[in-house]
């Protein structure tokens, strides 16, 4: 298995507020995506990075921001809960680019209430 | 935009039964992955093909990539319990001006003893 860990696995939070997941990976792989899941869409990406400090945006970048300060650690803000975000996070991770092989964490399940 | 569509969308079978999910698109991939997730997990990669009619076998599932590089199979063989989850699709390619992997909705496939 691929060394990601994600926290908090589970999460309830208020609509309004700010909550932060995070990521950290033991592979030192360069690059690190953030996605979500939801019924009747699939995975679908919010943000990536390809390294320390250099992040591109997803398909659903809005409402979300991002930040990776040193490799092994990838940060995912919604800076103002919805309850629209309410959803599974997946963290991923990669050697190489967005178009190859990824290895996925385990998942954050967020309510917005 | 690049588009995968998968079918069925849900399938479910008796233990032994035989079946089979399509991955299509108009578009071409330079190489196409199938992914399995279980509940409460992230996806898992079973295989990549990357060469126009490639056929790649792991134990009881088959997986076809089509000649012209637009749409793949995945056959399972005397279906087991074990087999039931998620199976997903994924291409190489570009949406929304943004290369990364783009992923069909998923067969949800379920296996009764």
């Known amino acids: 298995d691929a060394g990601i860990t994600q926290s908090p696995r589970h999460k309830v939070t208020e609509t309004g507020t700010p909550v932060t997941l995070r990521c950290h990976q033991t592979e030192n792989h360069r690059y690190m995506y953030w996605y979500r899941q939801d019924p009747g869409h699939g995975l679908r990406l919010i943000h990536y990075s390809y390294g320390v400090k250099d992040t591109d945006k997803g398909e659903v970048s809005d409402g979300y921001s991002v930040s990776r300060s040193k490799t092994e650690d990838f940060l995912l803000t919604l800076e103002s809960a919805t309850s629209s975000q309410t959803s599974v996070y997946f963290c991923a991770i990669s050697s190489t680019g967005p178009g190859n092989t990824i290895y996925f964490g385990e998942g954050s399940w967020l309510t917005v209430v | ?113």
Do not use: M
Not at chain 2, 30 to 57: A, F, H, M
């Open chain 2, 1 to 113: 935009t690049q588009l995968l569509e998968q079918s069925p969308q849900f399938l479910s079978i008796q233990e032994g039964e035989n079946l089979t999910v399509y991955c299509n698109s108009s578009s071409v991939f330079s190489s196409l992955q199938w992914y399995r997730q279980e509940p409460g997990e992230g996806p898992v990669l079973l295989v990549t093909v990357v060469t126009g009619g490639e056929v790649k076998k792991l134990k009881r599932l088959t997986f076809q990539f089509g000649d012209a590089r637009k749409d793949s199979s995945l056959h399972i063989t005397a279906a087991q319990p074990g087999d039931t989850g998620l199976y997903l699709c994924a291409g190489d390619g570009r949406k929304d001006s943004n290369y990364q992997l783009i992923w069909g909705a998923g067969t949800k496939l379920i296996i009764k003893p």
